[in-house]
């Protein structure tokens, strides 16, 4: 079992709609679902693993309902967001807990425990773990039972980029061995990090869908707006204004500062330190005025 | 780090065997029931309870109206409802609120299972903290004399099935369970109890004395509901509880943090 549809679902609360007519199909390998905070995310997560029932449409795995069906969490593993666990218990009773409601036993919870590399801390009380220790030992709860789906809810928030690193490799591994593992986030380098394919979600609306080159292509070849500080805004305006790479640039006054705005993101970033160099002049700021997560993802939407 | 890849298993659409009860899920109910700050008012309230009984038996000898007195004053009206609350609403509301609830939920276990095993735990912890300190306070009261003790004991091990589903119940629906059930165990049973009769019929209190009333000695309790209506009201409510929460518990939604 390895296929996730999302057929036309929507999800609202109240008068709000967090997920808006989503249809899309989650296959093996890694897919990192994408979106700014807000987005839905984790609306769409729940509902993928059971825990929210969709106002419409359908989430099944391989054609079974996901809803009100407590036998498919054999085939699902959930690592959730929330950072509430049993903290009471240790490490290695937390997940030998979770193997014996799956029905297995020590065997397996000590193999989920090295997979994530917990075997060190398994004795220690949950409640004295840091955040990448609590997120290795929820994997390893999500594992136990060794699923072919594993849902993820922003697995990286609060961990440091060893531990950040350490469980990508461990991701990329799952999906290479055919399980599929998709995982939220809001910041686009660690999907195009981990990610063989990417579900872009906006708003509650499905955006885009790809591969990363594809996603990333979007994101970069729309025009970029940049805030400029320098010694001589003028000249530094001239030099910049006869190349193709900027398309046009306003001389704020009340800012003393360049508007500039880029369309080849590539060239004007590499051409702007050369320039400034060549004709003697001083950058002081140089800053993107519209890097904001929100208005890449809505230039995407627009797209 | 080691990885092996996905076996075989049984199709996703055979629904989990549902049973009375799952080791795993009790371990987990009892550990954080009794691991929790709000646990030492299940050991402080029996140790009031045998100690007022120890000092009262001291002071004044043994006698009979001052032992009922006390087991129906204090401990049947008060401290077996309140344990009740404790542990009827602490065996899933902690775990619903926090979001740990997931672990459970998210395994081939059936939900009705969860709730059977989790209700089990909680009439325990119940009747452990409510019905033998009952037992104890009574032979330390009048030496059960006229089969006070037992027969009130009895009434708080009764009590403690219908308030252990019915705060479990609680649990699965409201973030404030611990409220409504103290507002139904002291402002209902209690205060509207006292001044309404009529309300007395609609009270746990009252269909537990009911079944003690059977077990003492003529005379020795009272209640003002009927044994048959007791027992039928007492099934009922107990029955429909939990069911009601186990259907709560298929429907359970998370929502999200965002």
Same mark, same amino acid.
């Not at chain 1, 290479?176 to 708003?203: K, P, Y």
């Not at chain 1, 001589?232 to 705005?261: C, F, H, K, W, Y």
């Not at chain 2, 705060?167 to 209902?188: E, N, P």
């Given at each position: ?46 509902? $993928? ?68 590399? $917990?075997?060190? =801390? ?10 990448? $220790? ?28 060893? &531990? ?9 591994? $799952? ?17 195009? &990090? ?8 906006? =708003? ?57 705005? =880029? ?41 | ?7 075989? +298993? ?16 009790? +371990? ?5 029931? /009794?691991?929790? +700050? ?30 009922? @007195? ?11 409802? /309140?344990? @009740?609350?404790?542990?009827?609403? #602490?065996?899933? #509301? ?40 009952? /037992? ?6 009048? @030496? ?53 009769? #009529? ?9 537990? /004395? ?37 259907? +709560? ?6 929502? #999200?943090?965002?």
């Amino acid at each position: 079992m390895t296929t996730l549809t999302i057929d036309h679902v929507s999800r609202w609360f109240g008068n709000v709609v967090a997920v808006n007519d989503i249809t899309m199909t989650i296959a093996p390998g890694v897919t990192g679902l994408l979106g700014p905070n807000g987005a839905g995310k984790s609306t769409l997560i729940n509902m $993928m693993g059971g825990f929210l029932a969709p106002s419409n449409g359908t989430v099944t795995l391989d054609g079974a309902t996901i809803w009100r069906n407590e036998s498919i969490y054999r085939h699902i593993g959930i690592v959730p967001e929330r950072e509430a666990m049993y903290d009471f218990l240790t490490g290695r009773e937390f997940v030998l807990a979770n193997a014996e409601l799956h029905g297995l036993g020590r065997t397996e919870a000590a193999r989920a425990l090295a997979t994530v590399e $917990m075997e060190y =801390a398994q004795d220690r009380k949950i409640s004295t773990y840091s955040k990448g $220790m609590r997120q290795r030992v929820k994997m390893a709860s999500a594992l136990v039972h060794d699923p072919s789906v594993l849902l993820l809810d922003e697995p990286f928030n609060g961990m440091d980029p060893r &531990q950040r690193m350490q469980l990508m490799e461990l991701l990329r591994r $799952m999906g290479d061995q055919g399980r599929t593992v998709l995982f939220s986030s809001h910041i686009l380098e660690e999907v195009e &990090q981990l990610a063989s394919h990417i579900e872009v979600v906006v =708003a509650g609306r499905h955006a885009a869908s790809g591969d990363f080159r594809k996603i990333r292509r979007l994101m970069t070849d729309r025009p970029h707006r940049y805030l400029v500080r320098s010694d001589n805004d003028r000249a530094l305006a001239g030099a910049l204004i006869a190349d193709p790479s900027t398309a046009g640039i306003e001389v704020d006054l009340a800012e003393g500062a360049l508007r500039v705005q =880029a369309v080849d993101f590539g060239r004007f970033t590499a051409l702007l330190p050369r320039i400034a160099r060549d004709h003697g002049i001083r950058l002081l700021t140089v800053s993107p005025s519209d890097e904001s997560l929100e208005s890449v993802f809505s230039y995407l939407v627009a797209a | 780090m080691s990885t092996t890849t996905p076996t075989a +298993r049984p199709a996703a659409t055979t629904p989990p065997r549902a049973t009375f009860f799952h080791p795993t899920v009790a +371990r987990l109910t009892y550990r954080a029931l /009794l691991g929790r +700050r709000r646990a030492l008012i299940l050991f402080a309230l029996p140790a009031l309870l045998v100690i007022i009984a120890a000092a009262v038996r001291a002071l004044s000898g043994a006698d009979d109206a001052t032992a009922s @007195g006390i087991l129906g004053g204090f401990a049947l009206a008060t401290m077996v409802p /309140l344990i @009740g609350v404790i542990a009827g609403t #602490g065996a899933i #509301g902690p775990e619903i609120d926090d979001g740990s609830v997931v672990y459970l939920l998210s395994k081939p276990v059936s939900r009705q299972t969860i709730i059977f095993t989790k209700l089990l735990v909680a009439i325990g912890v119940t009747v452990v903290f409510s019905a033998v300190p009952v /037992l104890i306070a009574g032979f330390v009261l009048n @030496g059960n004399s006229q089969q006070i003790a037992v027969a009130y004991a009895v009434a708080a091990a009764v009590a403690s099935l219908a308030y252990s589903a019915l705060f479990l119940f609680f649990g699965t629906i409201s973030r404030h369970a611990v409220v409504f059930g103290l507002v139904y165990a002291l402002v209902w049973e209690s205060f509207v109890g006292s001044l309404v009769p #009529g309300a007395r019929t609609l009270s746990i209190q009252q269909w537990a /004395l009911a079944v003690g009333q059977r077990v003492g000695a003529e005379g020795a309790l009272s209640s003002s509901v009927q044994l048959p209506l007791a027992i039928g009201l007492l099934v009922a409510v107990t029955v429909v509880a939990t069911w009601y929460a186990g259907h +709560r518990l298929k429907s359970l939604t998370l929502a #999200g943090e965002e």
